[in-house]
């Protein structure tokens, strides 16, 4: 720990001295009070963001140091409330929530308790108790015995999904807490519920106005915005965007019509004369002096930005105060504090780390950073912030836009649909991928979120905005837009017109496939999964502080897999995986649960030394551990059950069948774990990979169809899989012969080993399908490499420099074959007759498709590298690695998704920009970005609040 370094700030006393400790403990309170995750702080680019910027001497926090300090502190906190209890003269209230998470299909109860102070009246509230457990008698009758407020329960409110799921355990709890007068006052009902049904019965009643009024607003602020904004900079007025309206929550309803009220004339007349001027169809995605000025998200709850300490948001260069110089003893003593580039950085972290765009501007913050990192460092608004990221979004996109016109080579389209469960809205989002021709780096950007169900018309906007309509190669879709947009897809071939009739042209992602088979896989094993689930909670939540015993007698350490979200399909393979490696201590554990006698755990038994008992890190958890870290430990550790708590029967048993069951399951899990983190790496070429995995996943079927059980469940995955394989496009095929790895030969290979493996060989009805698909992969790669030929045809070859022994054997042989039979072959000939075992180096071996094309293969073969770096462009999945596993896709949460489409859009575009060009200084400074934005207006049309 570094010594207290002295600040030299002008704005504080000379005495002031940075603290690592006292920093730390206010970080912990930071996320917290602010719902951060526990690893926002460990992150890189946060850490870069204080070292430089704010505070030199600051040092890495990981997110074990602030778990483990949340651990302490929930401890205390308890303990003093339990004590406080215990003289408490007085009743409290409790009331019961169900909270639900759509996406993994998880409900929790939620207990909170409420009461007055006698001696301070002062009413205070603490949520006790988050419990998945649908048995809300036993959670309730945990909690008020923990507690010791077992006979000062006055009532308890249930809200209106809770009243009737619950029923059955609110008698039980009544016979047990004996409320006073008969219980007249123990049930109550959550008056919102109410409040909301007749809001509802209101809403239906009126529901084709509210169309219009909402059609009229989505005119004028999104579909003709540029139009809107010149009308309004004609009449000198300024209009408050009441903001997007959510039909699934009524106070965007209510916000929307008491701004139109209030703005009804400007919108009639604009809306009245949509007919008679000649309005053209702007888009939002357009780049003018009319494009979106929505920076001044005013709202009435926000803090006032004109605060003496803010930064005056209409003009970045009013930034006027002297650098202030640090101390640090650390750091040279020239290192000056500047607000402008710490602005510039906090609004990359916010991007980069999804951060909300108000995070530095909350009070809480601002304390932190002012009395423990920097105390020159003032108050920035998410205004400031959001106006920074557009200008941002702007240079960026016109810079992507002067590229493409340039770009020799062709880009490949993905398109998803994301989902708000919570909300009921779909987002359809284009994404583009291209290799650069020059350096051979993939890049992607996310050129279009929207919320429009036409994605005919998303498209063409995208590439005429963006200049790539002649450039399209391919376009892949999820399996929800396969059904969705089977129409505007259609429509789109006939604009774009494709390559090759469009055999190229459209391509289904592979994730979805994989994630039917799991889904198939996993059901078919549900009662045995259940039974290991219940294991692994006994010993490790149930019982934990018996668990923890156990493993200091025998001298071991427990690595816990984590929670088992049953929606998200790793995370029971991880569960699974962690149990099989450790089963011999689960089982010996479990099997004596009836014959010690394990006495009632208490979490005031837990000390700080039982954290390292049970280790609850996670293999995709980056290692950021120093070493007065200890293993992280989980704010579920309180153990408050009894051993009446489990069910003991023996039907939770998991005898050697089972066990074998488990192990087997685990191997097909791994399999389809393997390829779906293989083919949703975003950052790499997954094209070359999808015909491999394919070989892969057959192999696994072939392994386990003899097994009686497994037996019919194969079939059905079988059947799935072998309906995907016969509508592959080649274009996955000849990304994997152009591998020298794999040549066309292999893919011929694999293709053959798919059918062998599948046991269509046996059957003459399909054993038509390696012939048909090798048939159709040469005759299509023929085909592409004549267009791709004639191309460049008229190109002169440039001889590639000779640098190695082993790049001269390769020119050699390549430059020999040229010239045989006395005719030049071509790209393709030369590389189906070149044996790469003979000339490749150990180094060749190791070096990745995309690579060795860039380094070498570009070179010896111009037409076919050409052909190569469109071909890798094509994805074979649409989703990211951390939604590939989720069986309802990708879902937004409210946080994310609260706002306007084209601002997640931009967000998201801004992310993979820095994410490519660096965190670093790239000569994007504030004022380098004055110049691209000059004419718009940022006050003639405000949008309403992210955070509202």
């Known amino acids: 720990m570094a010594e207290p370094v002295t600040s030299c700030g002008s704005s504080t006393p000379a005495t002031w001295t940075y603290d690592q400790k006292l920093a730390i ?69 409790l009331t019961i929530q169900v909270w639900d998470n759509a996406s993994i299909g998880i409900k929790y109860s939620a207990i909170r308790c409420t009461w007055v102070d006698p001696d301070t009246w002062k009413m205070s509230k603490r949520t006790i108790c988050v419990d998945g457990n649908i048995d809300i008698h036993e959670a309730i009758m945990d909690c008020v015995n923990d507690y010791g407020i077992k006979d000062k329960v006055f009532s308890i409110c249930f809200d209106d999904v809770g009243d009737g799921i619950y029923a059955e355990g609110v008698e039980k709890v009544k016979r047990d807490l004996t409320p006073l007068f008969d219980g007249v006052f123990f049930g109550t009902k959550c008056v919102s519920h109410v409040l909301i049904s007749m809001v509802q019965m209101c809403l239906d009643h009126v529901d084709s106005v509210i169309m219009k009024v909402r059609n009229m607003l989505d005119y004028a602020t999104r579909l003709k915005r540029g139009e809107f904004v010149e009308f309004l900079r004609e009449k000198g007025v300024k209009f408050n965007n009441p903001g997007v309206n959510w039909p699934h929550i009524w106070n965007t309803t209510y916000k929307m019509l008491r701004g139109v009220v209030a703005q009804k004339a400007l919108l009639v007349e604009f809306y009245a004369n949509r007919d008679k001027n000649d309005i053209g169809d702007s888009d939002e995605n357009d780049i003018d002096d009319s494009d979106e000025n929505d920076i001044d998200d ?30 640090a003893s650390s750091t040279p003593a020239a290192w000056t504090y500047d607000p402008k580039l710490a602005i510039e950085k906090q609004l990359k972290c916010i991007i980069t780390n999804e951060l909300p765009f108000d995070m530095f501007s909350r009070p809480l913050w601002i304390q932190f950073v002012q009395q423990n990192l920097q105390p020159a460092y003032e108050r920035v608004s998410k205004y400031t912030i959001k106006r920074l990221a557009f200008k941002y979004y702007i240079k960026a996109k016109k810079d992507l836009i002067a590229y493409f016109e340039n770009f020799q080579g062709k880009v490949s389209l993905t398109i998803q649909v994301w989902d708000n469960a919570s909300i009921g809205i779909k987002y359809s989002a284009i994404r583009c991928t291209w290799v650069d021709p020059d350096t051979w ?57 494709p390559l090759f009739d469009c055999v190229l042209f459209g391509t289904k992602c592979v994730s979805h496939v994989l994630i039917s088979m799991v889904q198939m896989c996993l059901d078919h094993v549900d009662s045995v999964i259940m039974k290991v689930r219940n294991m692994l909670d006994y010993a490790t939540r149930l019982k934990r502080g018996e668990f923890v015993e156990f493993l200091r007698e025998k001298g071991v350490k427990f690595n816990n897999p984590g929670v088992n979200w049953p929606h998200i399909w790793n995370t029971t393979y991880k569960m699974l995986r962690g149990v099989v490696a450790q089963k011999a201590l689960l089982v010996e554990f479990y099997a004596n649960r009836d014959k010690n006698d394990i006495g009632d755990s208490d979490e005031n038994d837990i000390d ?61 899990l791994k399999v389809f774990h393997s390829s779906t983190v293989r083919l949703s790496n975003a950052k790499s070429p997954s094209a070359p990979l999808l015909l491999g995995e394919c070989l892969l996943i057959s192999d696994m079927f072939k392994k386990y169809k003899q097994d009686p059980f497994w037996q019919p469940v194969i079939a059905k995955m079988q059947s799935k899989f072998l309906k995907y394989c016969i509508t592959i496009p080649p274009v996955f095929s000849f ?45 299509a790669l023929q085909e592409v490499f004549d267009h791709y030929d004639t191309m460049h045809k ?15 054997i390769m020119h050699q042989s390549v430059s020999r074959r040229r010239s045989e039979n006395g005719y030049i072959s071509s790209d393709l000939e030369l590389y189906n007759k070149t044996d790469f075992s003979q000339v490749m180096t150990s180094d060749d071996e190791e070096t990745k498709m995309l690579e060795w094309w860039s380094i070498k293969g570009c070179q010896l073969y111009p037409v076919l590298g050409a052909m190569v770096r469109d071909l890798l462009a094509v994805q074979a999945c649409v989703e990211d690695l951390e939604y590939a596993f989720c069986f309802k896709g990708r879902e937004l949460d409210e946080e994310t998704s609260m706002g306007y489409p084209w601002w997640l859009q931009r967000r998201i575009f801004l992310k993979e920009h820095f994410d490519e060009v660096g965190w670093e200084d790239n000569g994007e400074l504030v004022e380098d970005l004055e110049g691209e934005c000059e004419g718009h207006n940022y006050d003639q049309l405000s949008d309403a609040s992210d955070e509202e």
């Open 794 to 808: 008229s190109r002169p070859r440039e001889q590639a420099p000779v640098t190695s022994s082993a790049r001269n």
């Open 298 to 327: 005013s709202d009435e709850n926000d803090i006032d930005d004109s605060d003496e300490n803010d930064i005056d948001d209409s003009d970045e260069n009013d930034i006027d105060d002297k650098p202030v110089t640090s101390c």
């Open 608 to 668: 700080d030394s039982d954290e390292n008992d049970i280790d609850d890190s996670d293999e995709n958890d980056i290692d950021d551990k120093d070493e007065n870290d200890i293993d992280d430990s989980d704010e579920n550790d309180i153990d408050d059950k009894d051993e009446n708590d489990i069910d003991d029967s023996d039907k939770n048993d998991i005898d050697d069948s089972g066990w074998v069951i488990v192990e087997s399951l685990l191997g097909i």
């Open 25 to 93: 403990e206010e970080l912990f309170k930071c996320i917290i009070t602010n719902k951060l995750p526990f690893d926002t702080f460990s992150r890189p680019r946060w850490t870069r963001l204080v070292q430089q910027n704010l505070q030199p001497a600051y040092e890495r926090v990981s997110k074990y140091t602030i778990k483990r300090l949340a651990f302490k502190c929930y401890i205390k906190a308890k303990k003093d409330l339990i004590a406080y209890f215990e003289n408490f003269q007085g009743k409290v209230s």
């Open 441 to 497: 780096k993939m890049s992607k950007r996310t050129i279009c979120v929207d919320g429009n169900i036409n994605i005919h018309e998303a498209i063409m906007d995208c590439v005429n905005d963006y200049g790539i309509k002649d450039k399209v190669f391919s376009i892949c879709f999820d399996d929800v837009g396969d059904g969705i947009y089977a129409e505007g897809v259609e429509k789109a071939k006939m604009d774009l017109k």
């Open 735 to 779: 990304a994997t012969a152009l591998n020298p790895k794999i040549g066309v030969k292999g893919v011929e290979n694999i293709l053959e080993d798919i059918e062998a493996n599948l046991g269509l060989s046996d059957d003459m009805n399909d054993s038509t399908f390696a012939k048909a698909s090798i048939a159709k992969f040469n005759s």
